[in-house]
């Protein structure tokens, strides 16, 4: 009798991890679901505003990028004839007394 309610037992823990498996799973697939459809409206959104001004757009697309990438960059952005944008990252020079300087005396064995 032990015997049968041991299997019992790991067979109803087993049924209840299979159950949470599945519902993870499809939690899982719904806000995958959710997320692509967010994606396609971003994306129809920005296709239709590229339609219309496709200079403008491309040109938005990369600062937006640029800021993404580099974040807390000054970054300033030279339009010229060319067809591409070239950025300029252009930091402060930073204070030279942040850097230690060298111990005198540090290579002898004293």
Same mark, same amino acid.
């Given at each position: ?9 790991? *067979? ?8 949470? /498996? ?5 939690? &899982?697939?719904?806000?995958?679901? &959710? ?21 403008? #757009?491309? &040109?938005?697309?990369?600062?937006? #990028?640029? &800021?993404?990438? *580099? ?12 067809? #591409? ?12 007394? #942040?850097?230690?300087?060298? /111990? ?7």
């Amino acid at each position: 009798m032990k015997r049968r309610n041991n299997k019992n037992q790991k *067979l109803n823990e087993a049924l209840g991890e299979k159950d949470a /498996i599945i519902s993870n799973a499809e939690g &899982e697939k719904a806000a995958r679901i &959710e997320q692509a459809r967010d994606d396609v409206a971003i994306f129809n959104k920005l296709y239709g505003e590229y339609k219309n001004n496709p200079e403008i #757009t491309r &040109e938005r697309l990369i600062i937006e #990028t640029l &800021e993404q990438v *580099l974040p807390g960059s000054q970054v300033y952005i030279m339009n010229d004839d060319g067809s #591409t944008l070239k950025y300029l990252p252009i930091e402060p020079q930073k204070n030279e007394s #942040t850097i230690p300087a060298p /111990i005198e005396g540090g290579d002898s064995d004293e």
